[in-house]
Every structure is written in C-alpha cells, then in structure tokens.
C-alpha cells in the first residue's frame, strides 16, 4: 500500500509539472518584453506578447520554431523599450543555436546608439560571451569565458544587470567584478550592433525575454526548461 502511494505520488508530480510545461508559463513577475518565434511575423513585424512593441525585421526568415538570421538579417526594437525600462536591475534571457563557434565578432543583441553598450555577443578571440555596460561608460561590462558547448545545442543565455552575472542552461558561466547597466537608449537591434560593419549573428533565435528586475537562479532555470520543452 505504501509503496503504491509513492508511485501515485511522483506520477502526480509528474503530470503537474509535465501540465506546467506544456502551458508554457515562464515567470511572469517583472516581464517587459516577450519575443516568441512560434508566434511569426506579420508584414517582417515580430510583435512582443506583452506590451506588444514591434520589431522590425530585415532579411530575417521563418525556419521551424525559430527565425533564422544569415549574417545579413537583423531587427529593429521599438523605441518605446527605454520607456519600459526603469531600473537598473534587469534580466536579459535570448534563446538561441548558433551552429559553430563564430568566426568573427557576432552579436546577439545590442544598444542602438552606440556599438554593443549593452546587450550580447560573441568574441571569438579569446572565445568569449561578451555583456557590455549601457550607462555612459562605453568601455564597461563584463566578458565570460564560453565553453565550445556554447554552440552545440539550443540554449538560454541569460545575464542579470547589474549583478554582473551570466548564465547557460541555467549554469553560471562567471560573475563579473563590476556592474552591468541595461540599456536606456532609443531601442535596440537583434542580430548585430550599430556600426558600419554590422557584425551580424548567424543562426537561429527563439525566444527573446527583457525583466525589470534580477531573475533568481531558480527561476532562470525553470524558464530553461519551458524554452527546452517548446522548441526541442
């Protein structure tokens, strides 16, 4: 009788968390921005679930459960995201592949005024995640070490501002020494930066999330695990 209580017990677990996932209910507490790839564009629009600002998107095409950029593709934030972002605390999450380690500088999302003062992208050099500062310092933020892992699967990348911290698959890759800022520029692009060379991402992003505040570890990774469910 016991024995059959335990199983009744973690098959209820299961279905609760199995029923959790398939809702695909990410943590909603200080959401501002919600990109879904399933959900399309709409005339090279992508359209954010929550505050419903518009990206506008060039070259970029609809592959599977995710778009696709070729490393000429890129969009365009509404400008109406600094309006949204009113702390200096925030979590950035991007899901994304990027089959193979990059080449050259890449970058995944970025300030629209200036190059990468905030945001992501990918420093081949010294094979390193590189998060910059957004608050008048140019020169700020931080750079991770990246494992070639980084590019071998889907995965959620995400970084706290300005806790200095970032994370793969709901691991630590490192912490920073000094603050991070989230941008309160005019917008922002995805899928390269602000410059005349672009440095354009190559690959497949699926979902894009912006909060307002710092995301606990838990959390990150129970958002980990609805992004593996929808898009494996």
Same mark, same amino acid.
């Given at each position: 009788?016991?024995?059959?209580?335990?199983?009744?017990?973690? #098959? /209820?677990?299961?279905?609760?968390?199995?029923? &959790?996932?398939?809702?695909?209910?990410?943590? *909603? $507490?200080?959401?501002?921005?919600?990109?879904?790839?399933?959900?399309?564009?709409? $005339?090279?629009?992508?359209? +954010?679930?929550?505050?419903?600002?518009?990206?506008?998107? %060039?070259?970029?095409?609809?592959?599977?459960?995710?778009? =696709?950029?070729?490393?000429?593709?890129?969009?365009?934030? $509404?400008?109406?995201? !600094?309006? &949204? @972002?009113?702390?200096?605390?925030?979590?950035?999450?991007?899901? =994304?592949?990027?089959?193979?380690?990059?080449? +050259?500088?890449?970058?995944? @999302?970025?300030?629209?005024?200036?190059?990468?003062?905030?945001?992501?992208?990918?420093?081949?050099?010294?094979?390193?995640?590189?998060?910059?500062?957004? *608050?008048? +310092?140019?020169?700020?933020? *931080?750079?991770?070490?990246? $494992?070639?892992?980084?590019?071998?699967?889907?995965?959620?990348?995400?970084?706290?501002? %300005?806790? %200095?911290?970032?994370?793969?698959?709901?691991k630590q890759l490192a912490s920073g020494s000094e603050d991070n800022y989230i941008s309160h520029s005019s917008g922002m692009y995805i899928g390269r930066r602000n410059?005349? +060379?672009?440095? =354009?991402? !190559?690959?497949?992003?699926?979902?894009?999330?912006?909060?307002?505040? #710092?995301?606990?570890?838990?959390?990150?990774?129970?958002?980990?695990?609805?992004? /593996?469910?929808?898009?494996?």
């Amino acid at each position: 009788m016991g024995l059959m209580w335990c199983w009744l017990r973690v #098959i /209820k677990i299961w279905l609760m968390k199995r029923s &959790l996932l398939s809702s695909g209910e990410y943590i *909603q $507490d200080g959401i501002i921005l919600h990109l879904n790839a399933m959900d399309g564009l709409v $005339d090279n629009k992508w359209v +954010d679930r929550v505050n419903g600002l518009e990206v506008s998107m %060039s070259n970029v095409l609809k592959s599977g459960k995710g778009l =696709f950029f070729d490393g000429s593709a890129y969009g365009m934030v $509404d400008g109406r995201i !600094r309006d &949204l @972002l009113t702390s200096a605390n925030a979590t950035l999450e991007i899901y =994304f592949y990027r089959p193979g380690k990059p080449a +050259d500088f890449e970058v995944l @999302l970025s300030d629209m005024v200036t190059s990468v003062k905030m945001g992501c992208a990918f420093l081949p050099r010294n094979e390193s995640v590189i998060i910059r500062s957004a *608050q008048n +310092d140019y020169g700020k933020g *931080q750079t991770y070490k990246y $494992d070639a892992s980084l590019f071998t699967r889907n995965g959620l990348l995400s970084m706290t501002y %300005s806790a %200095s911290n970032c994370f793969f698959d709901g691991k630590q890759l490192a912490s920073g020494s000094e603050d991070n800022y989230i941008s309160h520029s005019s917008g922002m692009y995805i899928g390269r930066r602000n410059s005349f +060379d672009g440095s =354009f991402f !190559r690959g497949y992003i699926y979902s894009i999330r912006i909060y307002n505040r #710092i995301l606990t570890l838990d959390e990150i990774k129970h958002n980990c695990k609805i992004d /593996k469910y929808l898009y494996s």
